[in-house]
């Protein structure tokens, strides 16, 4: 009996907990955008006229097909992170696309259409070099991959090896290069740096050498970067140090040296400093390139010469050219250049690669973002018009990794923001108010100033919010005589505004490229873009509020500090969350390396926090730097306390701010590096709500929480990685009086360690390294059943150590970021957010992680609500908040509160990002969408006239009975 | 044999008394002012330094020794001087004006088996705000955190009660000794899933199942007497209605 009671309360909590969209809710208030990351490698498919595929593959392992018209995805491949999944190469032939992935370990072949996987081969170990697809006879049939020290041929339709070879001295000369001109031998080219080349000729049936010559070069330092080979099998270098270029003729055994073209012969120079590049083309693997190619001899000048009867000529001068790429169709093959106008608009235009003449009406105008920095490269279509002309569209990607697909004249078809692949850190910040609202606001911002000012001030403002009310009325009628489809509701910048509950909100991005972006969150609508030029790729961003929008008229202001990873030297970007603009505020110079950054809560005089960073020898530069603020600092100096983290010494240590803004060291934490290393330091987020106190026994008693907002949890782990030995340690120390509040060794657990540090819980996910399965781990601290001080905390003033309850569950699932949810006023029950590396998002009700959940149940723990202890952590499928909608390698979760205590905005971001809202404890505050308003008011009304009708029979009965 | 027993009793009373003392280390106060510690105890000992400046510049004087005793557990005593009357003055002041009363301890490992290799460099310190243990008459709690290796992490101090209220120090209060409790604490270990006990668990719940073989009926085996009681009573109550309706249709 008593097992079937623990199940129905058990049941019931599940009831109570249970979340899930219905089929209609879907996209409602949650989005998703998918991205691919920095493209490495874009290949049109120019098989048939009327192709719309466009293959890509990025940095982030990723492999896709993107519509060319619309820029979506028709399909998308993501493979393992890091250089296991390393995209070496991309070759394409009619339908099938060949990869070489991890560094040369995997050859496979894609059938394009859907994106469907071929065949696969395992290559022998060994560094890749280079791939390339070899034809015979005109046709494609081959593919060859070359490593540092063999050479393998590939069967194009099976994957099949034919045959592999050794190269030849692969100790002393790097190959690097692979050639065919279809005549059925395969070159492979390899150097001796500073020395000479090596050619190696084989037969394509059976890899036998056919002929092996070295040519003496000795200026030549990589064949890669100063090599091509054009026409029928000639190299071509340039050197330079001697301003020439060398040919050589691959083929030919009487050739001992190459032949030297001086540039000055034809009265070109290449600028100091610059490495000129040669850029050829080969249309079609079972043909020779084209006799013409390109020789870059300065950043943005470009030469198209042609090779012809062993002499080269220069067909056309581009000058200024900032990118040029070839491309064909059919027969005809063309150059597009690209040439910058100035900062904003750029030219492209086609010309003949054969000789050098322009096509008439190929110009593109495109004018750029203003701030989305150069562009990097170009990938050009090109197509037959139906009068035989050419045609062509351009893919530009920038340097903020944006990809722009254009169209003549200029049209811009879609653009792709693929710099929001790599999200490193990102803010909600509100919305600003309407007009109206701002009008209230503003009145009851100003002072005073006598009796019938304010009475005329309130009289306008009403009228004002009259004239807004009139204005949306007729805005509505409006709208409803046009048809439905028109009626757009398109988020715009001008239309931004808070709406009733505040669920809408700025997204405020930051991504690794630099690039800053302000997403609306109900639609995912970028609304601004900042590129940030000049930002090293490996800097780490740490992004503050600094003023909220609610101080009208003051605008939001948020502050990023930008951190060099090698030097440590720190910039500060402050802008306008709302807009994107950088504020014309003055920001302090930084000429220190920055080693810690904290916002405080005392505020200046224009309502913005007051930012303190401090640098390497603990100097401490306050921003805004006001006589207001410093003024405010002397005066709190002895109540701000900061902590430091040297994890490489495994030192933590505490500092008070003096007086005059310098600091005093007052507590040292050392953990020896020997036995473990710090891992991560975190404390609590500073707008979380805690609603109670204490928790309410069996027994009627209360347990008070242990709730210190300077407590950190530092997390180490164990420098022996032996599955015995290994452990994960756990200290949770208080931020300024540097005390070990609670020390646990969780042992035979390896990272790593992901944790959410909140109220007086903190709750870890390590790797068992004895069982091998994930665990999770939750902590909770007690003051008791008597609170030491109820009025205020103090750090200095807590002598009792509180209690600590932990318990471990076994998760059965790999987790790679864990969150919590938050709210407005922190009443709603906590939810714990865990991101799942198959790309759910797991809302799992913190009631299953309680230490306290019992063993045996008692009466007691029945009151409470105490689910029985069971080792394992339930998975339902409904609890994935983004049902089938996966977001590929989530790295963090994002939570926000927002204007309804019940619900709490996610953000999870990695690949893709998906933004959506949770209800922890289910809508409570909110009328359900089909809540039927009709019916209640019917009732309602024909209560009412029931009552009245009633009223009035009563009056004339009792006056009938008057007068028997 | 009586004897015997009592006196094992006495025994083991005395153990207990002995390792409370070594375990808490209820501190006695030498009253031998300005002697430097002896150290000659068995284990080994490290200095506890203090500083209380009115400039706030620490300038560490010794405290006391802390003695460490070898063995499973890490027991340690802590002996101190005593302030002098200058010190008390000054740590008066210092109060006085808000300052903060620091102590700090050599990192030393409790495990390591060579005196050379005990020692590594630097400081581990904590504070407290002094007008606190001015006013909680020097009664202190000193912990020393170890890490699992045995390591001294970390020192922490309160006083009881650890609060200012800025009432004003009797002159007869003495601020000679220190009534301090020192503890050692090494981590706790953390808890696995606890699997094998759950699993106990759901056995012990299966077997008093089986034990009951009332619960193990099926659903009709236990009420198959009411289920045909309502079906008879259904039929009874159908086959009562049928002649008014068949007398209507007649009709």
Redesign the interface.
């Known amino acids: 009996m008593a097992?079937l009671v623990v199940r129905i309360a058990f049941s019931v909590c599940l009831l109570y907990t249970a979340l899930a969209v219905f089929e209609d809710q879907v996209g409602k208030f949650d989005w998703r955008q998918q991205f691919i990351g920095k493209v490495r490698f874009a290949l049109f498919d120019t098989h048939s006229q009327a192709s719309k595929k466009l293959l890509v593959a990025t940095d982030k392992n990723v492999f896709a097909s993107l519509n060319s018209r619309t820029g979506d995805f028709f399909w998308r491949h993501v493979d393992k992170t890091g250089p296991e999944g390393h995209i070496d190469s991309l070759l394409m032939d009619g339908q099938d696309a060949v990869v070489v992935i991890g560094n040369g370990r995997l050859l496979r072949s894609w059938e394009t259409t859907v994106g469907g996987l071929k065949w696969e081969t395992v290559l022998d170990t060994g560094s890749f070099q280079a791939a390339a697809l070899v034809g015979v006879q005109g046709f494609v049939k081959y593919v060859a991959v070359l490593k540092k020290t063999a050479i393998s041929f590939h069967d194009l339709t099976s994957g099949s090896q034919i045959w592999v070879e050794n190269l030849p001295d692969s100790d002393s000369v790097q190959y690097q290069t692979i050639y065919s001109g279809g005549n059925g031998l395969l070159f492979v080219l390899g150097v001796v740096p500073n020395s000479h080349i090596v050619i190696v000729e084989y037969k394509m049936e059976d890899g036998e050498i056919m002929n092996k010559k070295s040519v003496e070069a000795a200026w030549m330092s990589s064949l890669e970067s100063s090599c091509a080979v054009i026409s029928s099998g000639i190299l071509l270098c340039v050197d330079p140090i001697t301003q020439s270029l060398y040919t050589l003729l691959l083929q030919s055994t009487e050739q001992k040296d190459m032949k030297q073209i001086h540039l000055q012969t034809l009265d070109l120079e290449v600028a100091s400093g610059f490495q000129p590049v040669l850029t050829s083309t080969q249309p079609n693997p079972a043909q020779p390139p084209l006799a013409e190619f390109f020789l870059q001899l300065s950043p943005d000048h470009h030469i198209l010469l042609q090779h012809k009867d062993g002499l080269i000529a220069p067909l056309r001068d581009f000058s200024p050219s900032n990118l040029v790429a070839f491309a064909t169709t059919g027969e005809k093959t063309v150059a597009a250049v690209m040439s910058l106008k100035n900062d904003t608009a750029c030219s492209i235009n086609l010309f003949s690669a054969e000789t050098g003449r322009r096509h008439l009406d190929t110009t593109i105008i495109y004018h750029m973002d203003p701030s989305g920095g150069k562009p990097n490269r170009m990938y050009v279509h090109a197509f037959l018009k139906k009068d035989d002309s050419v045609g062509y569209r351009v893919m530009v990607q920038m340097e903020d990794h944006t990809l722009t697909f254009l169209q003549q004249p200029g049209r811009v078809v879609w653009t792709r923001e693929e710099a929001l692949a790599d999200v490193v850190a990102m803010e909600m910040v509100d919305l600003p108010l309407t007009g109206t609202q701002a009008e209230l606001e503003g009145e009851f911002g100003k002072k005073a100033d006598g009796l019938l000012p304010m009475v005329l001030k309130r009289l306008s403002s009403q009228f004002i919010l009259l004239q807004a009310w009139l204005a949306h009325l007729w805005k509505l009628f409006y709208d409803a005589r046009k048809p439905r489809s028109s009626v757009r509701n398109e988020v715009t910048i001008e239309t931004l505004s808070r709406d009733e509950f505040n669920l809408q909100k700025m997204m405020v991005m930051v991504t690794a490229s630099g690039k800053l972006f302000g997403i609306e969150s109900k639609s995912g609508t970028v609304l601004w873009k900042h590129f940030l030029e000049n930002i090293n790729p490996n800097s780490v961003f740490k992004l503050m509020v600094q003023r909220t929008t609610a101080h009208f008229p003051h605008p939001p202001q948020c502050t990023l500090l930008i951190k060099d990873k090698d030097t440590g030297l720190g910039s500060l970007h402050v802008f306008n969350p709302i807009f994107g603009k950088r504020s014309h505020t003055s920001v302090p110079a930084l000429p220190r390396p920055i080693i810690q950054s904290l916002l405080l809560p005392l505020i200046d005089q224009d309502y913005a926090k007051v930012l303190l960073l401090i640098d390497d020898q603990y100097k401490v530069t306050a921003f805004p730097s006001t006589k207001n603020v410093l003024q405010q600092l002397q005066d709190k100096a002895?109540s701000i306390f900061f902590y430091l983290v040297e994890s490489s010494q495994g030192k933590l240590s505490g500092f008070?701010l003096?007086k005059d803004l310098s600091t005093?060291?007052?507590?040292?934490?050392?953990?020896?590096t020997?036995?473990?290393k710090i891992v991560a330091v975190k404390g609590k987020r500073v707008n979380e709500h805690v609603h109670s106190q204490g928790r309410v026994m069996g027994d009627r008693s209360v347990l008070y929480k242990y709730l210190n907002p300077n407590l950190l949890a530092v997390v180490t782990e164990s420098t022996d990685t032996h599955q015995e030995r290994s452990?994960v340690?756990?200290f949770l120390?208080d931020g300024v009086?540097?005390?070990?509040v609670?020390?646990?060794?969780?042992?035979?657990a390896r990272g790593p360690v992901h944790f959410v540090h909140s109220e007086n819980w903190m709750v870890y996910v390590y790797w068992?390294a004895k069982f091998r399965r994930n665990?999770f781990?939750v902590l909770e601290l007690f003051e008791g059943a008597e609170l030491y001080?109820s009025t205020v905390f103090s750090s200095?003033?807590?002598?009792h150590p509180p209690q600590?309850l932990?318990?471990?569950?076994?998760f059965p699932a790999p987790i790679s970021t864990l969150e919590a949810t938050l709210t407005e006023k922190g009443i709603t029950s906590r939810h714990l957010l865990v991101g799942l590396t198959s790309g759910n998002i797991l809302s799992l009700p913190k009631i299953f992680l309680d230490p306290r959940r019992p063993?045996?149940v008692s009466e007691q723990s029945r009151e409470e609500n105490l689910i029985p202890?069971?080792?394992?952590m339930p998975i339902r499928t409904e609890w994935f908040i983004n049902y089938n909608q996966t977001v590929s390698r989530v790295r963090g979760l994002y939570t926000a509160p927002s204007g309804l205590e019940s619900t709490c905005l996610v953000v999870a971001y990695g690949l893709d990002i998906y933004q959506t809202r949770v209800f922890p404890s289910k809508q409570f505050d909110v009328l359900k969408d089909d809540y039927d308003y009709v019916l209640i008011s019917s009732v309602l009304f024909g209560l009412f006239f029931a009552t009245m009708i009633s009223k009035r029979l009563a009056e004339v009965k009792l006056l009938n009975r008057a007068w028997r | 044999m009586a004897t015997m027993r009592g006196l094992s009793l006495i025994l083991s009373v005395l153990s207990a008394i002995t390792l409370l003392w070594t375990e808490l280390g209820e501190c006695n106060n030498h009253r031998r002012s300005g002697e430097v510690v002896d150290t000659d105890f068995s284990g080994f000992s490290v200095p506890l330094e203090h500083s209380f400046e009115m400039d706030?510049v620490p300038r560490f004087r010794l405290r006391g020794a802390l003695q460490f005793r070898g063995g499973r557990e890490n027991s340690v005593y802590l002996s101190q001087n005593q302030l002098s009357e200058k010190d008390r003055n000054t740590l008066k002041d210092v109060a006085a004006v808000?300052g903060?009363y620091?102590i700090?301890v050599p990192?030393v490992s409790l495990q390591a088996d060579w005196q050379t290799e005990r020692r590594?460099e630097?400081?581990?310190?904590?504070?407290?705000?002094a007008c606190?243990l001015v006013e909680s008459n020097l009664s202190d709690?000193i912990?020393l955190?170890t890490?699992?290796?045995g390591?001294v992490?970390?020192i922490?101090m309160?006083?009881?009660?650890?609060?200012?209220r800025g009432i004003e120090m009797e002159d007869e209060v003495d601020l000679e000794l220190f009534n301090t409790t020192i503890s050692v604490?090494?981590?706790?270990?953390?808890?696995?899933?606890?699997?094998a006990?759950?699993i106990e668990?759901m056995e012990q719940?299966m077997e008093k199942k089986g034990k009951n073989p009332q619960e193990q009926k099926s659903f009709f085996a236990k009420y198959w007497y009411l289920i045909l009681g309502g079906a008879v009573f259904l039929m009874a109550t159908s086959s009562a209605q049928t002649p008014p309706g068949g007398a209507r249709e007649q009709s």
Request: with cysteine; hydrophobic share 35%; net charge negative.
């Open positions: 097992w002895s008070r003096r005093e060291l007052i507590w040292e934490v050392v953990i020896p020997e036995a473990q452990f340690g756990i120390i009086t540097g005390r070990i609670h020390e646990a060794v969780q042992r035979k068992n665990e781990s001080n200095l003033d807590r002598p600590v932990q318990q471990s569950y076994i063993e045996v202890y069971a080792p394992e | 706030d808000d903060i620091r700090r990192r590594s630097g400081y581990l310190s904590a504070f407290v705000r606190s709690v912990t955190h890490d699992v290796s390591y992490i970390g922490s309160v006083t009881i009660p650890g609060s200012c604490v090494a981590p706790v270990t953390a808890p696995s899933p606890e699997t006990p759950f668990r719940e």
